[in-house]
């Protein structure tokens, strides 16, 4: 796994590492029970504070996707696939809702930001 921070992607550090780390356990880069580096070489590895690793390790833990074992490290926690289902559609629920936001602000109508998404959709080959 190879984590890419950005100091102009207006995402905090944290943030940047959980959300990556999520993304290999979504693709299957990081399998049930792998261990994730210690938060000291993880943040020796990408010249960060501790506490900013730690950070994103503990918000993992607390959205169930890593498990902190006392002394040995933290591990991918085996994944549910209803709960890994139900969590991928409230991000995109999310994203979503931030496009209706940005539409509303754009004073763009429903049918245009319908037929935006219908040619995002094709364009990507969704289907």
Known sequence: ??????????????EQIKN??????????????????????LAKDLKI????????????EQEGFVVNVQGKGCYVQSKNPDWLREHKLREVEEALQAAIGAARVAKLSETDLLEMFKLLIKEDDFE
């Open 1 to 14: 796994m190879n984590i890419i921070l950005s100091n102009t992607a207006g995402v905090p550090i944290y």
């Open 49 to 60: 504070s501790v506490i900013t690793t730690m950070r994103a390790y503990t918000d993992l």
């Open 20 to 41: 990556q780390i999520k993304d290999a356990i979504f693709s299957g880069e990081l399998n049930d029970g792998d261990q994730l580096p210690s938060i000291r070489q």
